[in-house]
């Protein structure tokens, strides 16, 4: 069968996103708002969204980005810490400010110093999350320093993951941005209350990308790209039609100047062309017919949201990825930048 050249499908959802704050934000909420009706905000800001009231304040300056007559629904998280008040956490759910609580390892990424320093030190807290639903997102990667880089989402799943999952068989988990077949596997064979988002730069590169030719530090996010092999494995999940698997990009922008630095932040900038370049990936895995059920249908079945009732049409073209985009202080290269793009969502 050939190709269609338009698809159209209910405007998806974004379920992983980094909007930052101040002038970035305003920056980058405008890309998002164009793409998706939602998106699970992550909470990493300096200093993190911790609290259900901190949720409700960067919920409104998020709100108040978005452009005129733009129908864009922010879903906020809570930044996990040793000291979480589970009734703060609960009470922020039941309310409807709160849809997730985030757990960051401490020192595993971006803004993570206040994160959780031990998992058995927030029991407490996951015990009450599992008793009313309210899901966990995990960046799933240990922090040991004698563990590899390459390896730490693996060794997450045997030290940490499965382990939670054994002690509270009831939590909502979703395991976000993988990056293996390790965690391929470990979210195939887990009930139906575990779940993953994937990110296009992990279905478009592996880590050759960051290395050969020169380092490449647009293309640094964590978990940083793995090996082929794992690549394949995700290609293979994301189109595999599993409710498993969601659309969650991870767009995460950091400056210029601090991606190209002696110590460059990691972070990929995808926001401009997120579905092209998913839908990109699902061509090429011949699964356009997929693409709907990951980008629209499969996170609000997981979060137990109402999928949305417009719709998006996207339509074969040849669009230019510009080199940099605004990215309110300063400009912020976009994921596939000065790369042509088969693919538009139409206006
Ligand atoms: O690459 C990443 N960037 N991974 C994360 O986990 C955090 C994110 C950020 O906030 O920049
Ligand atoms: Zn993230």
């Given at each position: 069968m050939a190709s269609p050249d338009t698809i159209t499908i209910r405007r998806?959802?974004?379920?992983?996103?980094?909007?930052?704050?101040?002038?970035?934000?305003?920056a980058v909420v405008p890309h998002t708002a164009r793409q998706f009706a939602r998106a699970i905000v992550m909470p990493n800001l300096s200093p993190p969204v911790t609290t259900t009231s901190m949720a409700a304040?960067?919920?409104?300056?998020?709100?108040?980005?978005?452009?005129?007559?733009?129908?864009?629904t922010p879903l906020m998280t809570a930044y996990l810490t040793d000291d979480t008040d589970p009734d703060d956490l609960a009470q922020g759910f039941e309310s409807g400010v709160l849809t997730?609580?985030?757990?960051?390892?401490?020192?595993?990424?971006t803004n993570s110093a206040s994160g959780v320093t031990d998992i058995r030190k927030i029991d407490r807290v996951l015990e009450?999350?599992?008793?009313i639903g309210m899901p966990l997102c995990v960046h799933g990667e240990v922090t040991s320093a004698d563990i590899d880089i390459f390896d730490r989402e693996a060794v997450f799943i045997e030290r940490v993951l499965a382990p939670l999952i054994e002690r509270m068989p009831e939590l909502r988990v979703i395991f976000e941005h993988i990056t293996t077949r390790q965690a391929v596997d470990f979210v195939d064979s887990a009930g139906e209350n575990v779940a993953a988002t994937i990110t296009p730069q992990h279905l478009h590169i592996?880590?050759?990308?960051?290395?050969?030719?020169?380092?490449?530090?647009?293309?640094?996010?964590?978990?940083?790209?793995?090996?082929?092999?794992?690549?394949?494995?995700?290609r293979k999940a994301a189109t595999s039609g599993s409710a498993k698997y969601f659309l969650g990009t991870d767009s995460a922008p950091h400056h210029r100047h601090a991606k190209e630095s002696d110590c460059g932040c990691a972070g990929i900038f995808n926001a401009p062309f997120a579905l092209e370049s998913y839908l990109t990936v699902f061509e090429e895995?011949?699964?356009?017919?997929?693409?709907?059920?990951?980008?629209?249908?499969?996170?609000?079945?997981?979060?137990?949201?109402?999928?949305?009732?417009?719709?998006?049409?996207?339509?074969?073209?040849?669009?230019?990825?510009?080199?940099?985009?605004?990215?309110?202080?300063?400009?912020?290269?976009?994921?596939?930048?000065g790369e042509r793009l088969g693919w538009r969502l139409r206006a």
């Open positions: 998806p959802d974004d379920w992983h996103l980094h909007f930052r704050d101040g002038e970035t934000m305003r304040a960067y919920r409104d300056r998020i709100v108040a980005a978005v452009p005129a007559g733009v129908a864009f997730a609580a985030k757990l960051y390892p401490a020192g595993a990424t009450r999350m599992a008793e592996n880590r050759n990308a960051i290395l050969v030719g020169g380092i490449r530090p647009h293309m640094y996010c964590l978990p940083v790209a793995k090996r082929e092999e794992h690549r394949l494995g995700l895995e011949g699964a356009i017919d997929r693409f709907e059920a990951f980008a629209s249908l499969n996170g609000p079945g997981f979060y137990r949201l109402p999928v949305n009732e417009d719709e998006v049409t996207l339509e074969r073209a040849d669009i230019p990825v510009p080199y940099e985009v605004d990215g309110g202080d300063a400009r912020v290269v976009p994921f596939h930048a």
